[in-house]
């Protein structure tokens, strides 16, 4: 068989298919270059502004190393309530995602025939497809003392909760729930049908076999959903402008701090709360084991 | 065997999934401490029954009765009867140990029980000291092994293999068929085997129900399966055969009707040599096929059809064959097998 001919694409190809270190080279510097420069540079350029100054006569950044914002992040009152508040709501908007995930998660990979998964998959994914601020916006309506909520809640005796705090959890789970949902689907879905049968063949019934054997193998999918949920959760500003009333995020605290403030490194030290907290829940969630197989 | 009760016996099961019907009216008695096996091509509906005895499916009709009683409706936890499964269904995040003391956790006996008997039906598949591994720390028949394990330690009335030895290699498949055997024996419990390999049925069990479309179409001991197979489908898929059709068996036996003889029941000799059997046919060699304990001969007979020949390697004739020879093939008569009338 006549062997092809010599072009320069195929000079090329066996000048990579021997130099495999120039192979990976070509393969990784784009996104080497995103992470590396675009990426770690800003994080690293957003610590080292959180140990500037900014002189309040001129306004101007004085670049000599204090511990003044971090001081002030640490010690100060409306600081400490804001955070507790963030990570409140972070905290309940994930737990309540989790809850409502499970559920439904588990019926798209175990119960539903392919054509109903098709259709569930799309539907969880199409709000994605909408405009953050709509989706906020139409949450504002919903939840309005003229809203759908209150003419539902009304007969029975219920009210809409207003604008607030509790307003704010339910848009935020109401936002995140797909990036919460498909982990644990996927979750799901990578536990083989057999590993049930089994559980339920050797006595198991359905609770056991959910606890001893469902959830420890979904548990890190679980992880994951949560990490998306809790961490959207905590650097939000939009959600709580459009339906939280008076109440603050410290997405709001940075926002302020950036703009009308004009105060850019005690924004960056403020934006360092959520950056400790992830890592701390991060930690936390490493040592019950579900990133081992990460 | 008729005056006890079966440990399974099943009355007229049928079991669609949406058009496609994977088992259809199928009955069987299966006796209690009997090694059964059901044989078939994949998509025969050999694993479908199994998984209804064990619960995993409901049958769309019929009934399924366990040592008497009807479990047609409950759930695979109620049944005395466990699985040992195709991919061996191991928990990955529980230890060896975990994982055979499963049944046994579930059923609220306490650790230091649990794990007691844990170990000791390790110890049967000689695999004592693996208990704190994870499955993924163990080789195919290992694991193979702790699924045994784990599913006898419960103590079932009817063990259910779905194709347990599938995914072994030659070697290991051998050795772990005697080690089924002698388990059985041992635990005096009812195994039924579901196989598409007809050497390890043959080998393996007591009878065997032979699978094709959704129902049995013959059963009976290894022996009636192999020397008497009712039927072309039966003849051709447990061991290989030589078909006669209708025509060549007009021609060939000077009888109607199809038949069927085993290659190694052919012999084969040179065109003008003396044969033992009483039927013959005259023929070239179109291929001989060295397997090892024997040579395969390929001959196209006049008759206008090609059969296969086995003949052992310390017989004569193998020495000088070559292709295009001209050969004379025989048979004794009572060895050809009526598959019945003509198709």
């Not at chain 2, 006796?31 to 694993?47: D, H, I, N, R, V």
């Amino acid at each position: 068989m006549p062997r092809p001919r010599g072009t320069a694409a195929r000079k090329g190809s066996v000048f990579l298919s021997s130099h495999p270190r120039v192979r990976l080279a070509l393969l990784i510097a784009a996104p080497l270059f995103w992470l590396g420069v675009v990426y770690i540079i800003a994080l690293v350029l957003l610590l080292v502004t959180a140990f500037w100054s900014v002189d309040s006569f001129t306004g101007e950044i004085n670049q000599t190393l204090t511990f003044d914002n971090i001081i002030t992040v640490i010690t100060g009152a409306l600081y400490q309530t804001v955070t507790l508040r963030t990570v409140g709501i972070a905290l309940a908007v994930t737990v309540i995602d989790v809850a409502i995930a499970l559920p439904i998660a588990f019926f798209m990979a175990k119960v539903a025939n392919n054509r109903t998964r098709r259709l569930l998959v799309i539907a969880v994914l199409m709000p994605l497809w909408a405009s953050y601020l709509v989706k906020a916006y139409a949450w504002r309506s919903v939840l309005s003392s003229e809203g759908i909520l209150e003419w539902m809640l009304a007969p029975i005796g219920g009210h809409t909760p207003g604008y607030g705090v509790t307003a704010t959890i339910i848009t935020l789970s109401y936002l995140w729930l797909p990036y919460v949902i498909l982990p644990i689907f996927a979750g799901f879905d990578r536990v083989p049908d057999s590993m049930l049968e089994a559980s339920s063949d050797l006595g198991g019934k359905t609770w056991r076999t959910l606890r001893l054997v469902v959830l420890p193998l979904v548990w890190p999918a679980i992880i994951a959903g949560t990490i998306f949920s809790f961490s959207l959760s905590l650097g939000d500003y939009i959600t709580v402008n459009i339906v939280g009333g008076a109440s603050q995020m410290l997405g709001n605290l940075v926002y302020t701090n950036v703009g009308a403030a004009n105060n850019l490194p005690l924004a960056a030290a403020i934006a360092l709360i959520p950056i400790v907290i992830i890592f701390g829940y991060l930690a936390l969630v490493r040592r019950t084991g579900a990133l081992d197989n990460l | 065997m008729n005056t006890e009760v079966p440990a399974i016996r099943l009355r007229g099961l049928h079991k669609a999934f949406g058009a496609t019907t994977a088992v259809e009216s199928v009955d069987l008695d299966i006796a209690p401490g009997e090694f059964f096996s059901m044989l078939g091509p994949s998509g025969s509906g050999k694993t479908t029954v199994l998984r209804m005895i064990a619960g995993f499916e409901q049958p769309t009709a019929g009934t399924v009765e366990l040592f008497g009683k009807d479990v047609t409706k409950s759930a695979p936890f109620d049944r005395d009867v466990n699985t040992v499964f195709q991919d061996y269904a191991l928990f990955p995040h529980m230890s060896v140990l975990d994982n055979v003391a499963y049944g046994l956790r579930v059923r609220g006996i306490s650790k230091k029980e649990r794990h007691a008997k844990a170990r000791e039906a390790l110890d049967k598949v000689r695999l004592a000291d693996f208990g704190e591994r994870k499955p993924s720390q163990l080789s195919g028949g290992q694991r193979q092994r702790v699924a045994l394990a784990r599913a006898t330690v419960v103590e079932p009335k009817v063990l259910l293999l779905d194709e347990p030895l599938g995914a072994l290699d030659l070697k290991l498949r051998e050795q772990m068929q005697v080690e089924l055997k002698e388990i059985q024996r041992d635990l005096g419990i009812t195994f039924i085997f579901v196989t598409h390999d007809q050497e390890e049925a043959l080998t393996l069990s007591d009878r065997i129900a032979v699978f094709n479309e959704g129902k049995i179409e013959q059963l009976g001991s290894p022996s009636d399966v192999y020397d008497h197979p009712v039927s072309p489908f039966v003849a051709s898929f447990v061991g290989t055969s030589n078909m006669f059709s209708d025509e060549i068996s007009q021609k060939l036996l000077g009888k109607p009707g199809q038949h069927s003889i085993r290659p190694e029941k052919l012999e084969v000799a040179h065109a003008n040599e003396k044969l033992e059997g009483d039927q013959s046919a005259d023929g070239t060699i179109a291929d001989v096929i060295y397997v090892g304990s024997g040579t395969r001969l390929i001959v196209d007979l006049d008759a206008g059809m090609r059969v296969t020949v086995l003949e052992q390697n310390d017989q004569s004739y193998v020495a000088d064959d070559e292709r295009g020879a001209r050969v004379r093939v025989g048979w004794r008569a009572s060895d050809v097998i009526s598959l019945g009338g003509s198709k």
